[in-house]
């Protein structure tokens, strides 16, 4: 049994135990999070954001509206790691809502994960909202389904 399987087996039980439909999806998304067999879209799509997150750790610019933080600082310290994306996507897949409402954009990666998983399902949106006071970091803070997942930063030279 790995690490990830000790740590998720007491809650996933305890969501199998309880047994409605949610709690039984989140259970499953659970169970797959740590998943290597990948359908092909799943894994064409998770490949795009990944190598959009490497692009971004490549970036010392700085994010819009500071002169400290750079993308590559706040991709590498705020984005959810992938593990946690993983998850993510999981989740929605598995629960399969008709709108997502994410507090805190920053780069977008996790952005992207919920809308890979609203786009393989066909239906579904994300709005995403920036709070930092220099105005979001991403430039997609709304997409929908049929849009491409963007992490684009704003930068300020
Ligand atoms: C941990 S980062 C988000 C990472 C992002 N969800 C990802 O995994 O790629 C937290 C973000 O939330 C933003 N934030 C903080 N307080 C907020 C609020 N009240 N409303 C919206 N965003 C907020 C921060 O500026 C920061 O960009």
Redo the contacts with the bound molecule.
Sequence with gaps: MSVVDVEIAAPRQALEEHGTPLALAIADALGRMAETDLDPDERAGIAAIEARRAALLEDNSFVAGSETLTVHD?TRL???KVR??RLLFRLVRAIKPKVAI??????????AYQVLALKLDGDGRLI?????PAGR?SPRARSSPTATPSTEPTRRR
């Design positions: 706040a705020a984005s959810k946690e994306a994410e507090l805190g954009t920053n780069m977008g990666i996790s952005g995403t909202l920036e709070g930092h970091r």
